[in-house]
């Protein structure tokens, strides 16, 4: 779950991490307000979930209120990478003279937790990495001490921070490790940590990605994912549905169980010449319910032709999912969209029995269920 | 011939009395493991699935002689349930729990550094040896006795596979989920390591998937290390980068590292043939075997 900057800003703040004043807006007028009482110039900046705001025309630098009006007006309302801009953060705008990155994420190689500080903030620091892995100094850290203050102290040295603001470079870095650690971070990342020339570091940018995981024990947290909630309409119904499901651009359908055996359905589908319209799990131990909740998503998609459902019982039951498809699909008075149903493992046959056949095409293995789904997605469009 | 566990292997299921745990137990010993406790806090003196449940870990260790842990703890306790698993001594700890927070398992992993008890898992469906015992909620009827050994990173495509090989009359020594998670205990060099030395397992099949470089990491030694003859499999080709695809583990990064082509040119440099579909696995391990 990642939260919007003006969220992350907020609790980065509430730790002590200087942040420049902000307020956020929803009109035009409140933007504008907003801009007056912080004073310019400020930064109108569009809160969505995308990378890249400032080139696509998220973020715009205005000095005074006819600018502020323009921009605010631009930037609300519009489509940035899918997503429909309701809010922007209005924001002091900081004269800076350094920009650095800082940042903490896990090192999944090492198991272990990494604190990473650059000098080149400010630009896409993936890129830093790929190019110049050397520009980004690394330390890890043991998690279950912690941070020690010596380390933050030697990565900031090692990426040679200037001097007069490595030692609250350092303490920005370690307020950030606790934080990544108490609020079950993914990652925490400011970039850029702006440099002014009064030596001070304001932290112009806020990234924190939370473990989905460990929303559990961060109700804070979780609370603020529902207000953040936006994007892809038929994402945001998977969450209802609490499934994982990833929009691809598609024609078949595909609901299975297992990370796993699904990314192999896709990839099948790939294989015999058909697009996957969706990654879509329904988890282990799926109930009736959840397989109907399933079809139903699938075929709100307007681009799918066909579905392949791919089902290899362990904890999941034949049965079970038998009764879910027809429960789907015995409310049509015609199937929306051709179903192929593939079953295997625990309750297969039980399942076998329970499924009515006229409403789907039933396969054996996997390898016919996706080609007959394919062919199936084909036929369709072709007409 | 086995990898990690036999028929004399000693089984205290943590969380017996709960949904999963108890229907899973009895599954197990339904299929011949040898489960000789439970442990549960605050229901030591009860009993489950035939068995006295305990306290505490420590517990069945000195009571039952329990020297291998099964984990059906709850996401929230599943942390603290490894740790106590660790600290029992035991020799395996398999924690089959979905969704633990990942901190938690990177104090966990430290932890293992500091033992002698192996870890599986978690977010996995655990591990079986045909015919002698299964540790976790794998369907044991589609496994079969035989020579192939199997290690994958995804329990439903474990199962899969494994069926295409069944159905061939392909049986196998021992087969491993070892889990979709990012930090995770046993990962495919350690497995790959059991089955080279095990001397019943002629041919070893490998599932993988997008993210990570475990892949690549398992290529490195297969090369090196392995005379045993491997085939993979790697799902995820069709998954664009930056989505997470269910598992945790299985996310592309923007920058091109964790690809499946990145995986499957790393297996094919190291002489491991890769099939694109379950079938083609299957194919190349019946050549190996012919």
Known sequence: MKLHEYQAKQVFADAGIPTPASQLASDVDGAVTAAEEIGYPVAIKAQVQVGGRGKAGGIKLVEDGAEAREAADAILGMDLKGYRVDRVLVE?????????????????????????????????????????????????????????????????????????????????????????????????????????????????????????????????????????????????????????????????GIIGNGAGLVMTTLDLVDYYGGKPANFLDVGGGAKAARIANALDMVFSDDNVESVVFNIFGGITRGDEVAKGINEALEQFDEIPKPVVVRLAGTNWEEGMEILNEDLVTVEETLEDAVQRAVEYAGEVSEQ | MSVLVDDDTRVVVQGITGGEGKFHAEQMIEYGTNVVAGAVPGRGGQEAAGVPVYDTVQQAVEEENADTSVIFVPPAFAGDAIFEALDADLDLAVAITEGVPTQDMAKVNKRLTETDTRLIGPNCPGLITPGEAKLGILPGNIFAEGNVGLVSRSGTLTYQVVDNLTQRGIGQTTAIGIGGDPIIGTDFVDALELFENDPATEAIVMCGEIGGEDEEEAAAFIDEHVDTPVAGFIAGRTAPPGKRMGHAGAIVSGSGTGTAESKISALNDAGVPVGDTPEEVADHIEEFLS
């Open chain 1, 92 to 252: 002091e705008a900081v004269d800076f003279t350094n920009e650095l990155y800082v940042g903490i994420t896990m090192d999944r190689g090492e198991g272990k937790p990494v604190a990473m500080v650059s000098t080149r903030g400010g630009v896409n620091i993936e890129e830093v990495a790929e190019e110049d892995p050397d520009a980004i100094a690394r330390e890890h850290v043991d998690p279950s001490f912690g941070m020690h203050p010596y380390q933050a102290r030697k990565a900031v040295y090692d990426a040679g921070v200037d001097r007069a603001v490595a030692r609250d470079v350092s303490n920005v870095l370690m307020t950030l490790y606790e934080l990544w650690e108490s609020r079950d971070g993914a990652d925490a990342e400011i970039n850029p940590l702006m440099v002014t020339s009064d030596d001070e570091v304001i932290a112009a940018d806020a990234v924190m990605n939370i473990d989905e995981d460990a929303l559990f024990r961060q109700p804070e947290l979780a609370e603020m994912e529902e207000e953040a909630a936006g994007g892809d309409e038929l994402e945001q119904k998977a969450d209802e549905y609490d499934f994982d499901y990833v929009r691809l651009e598609g024609n078949v």
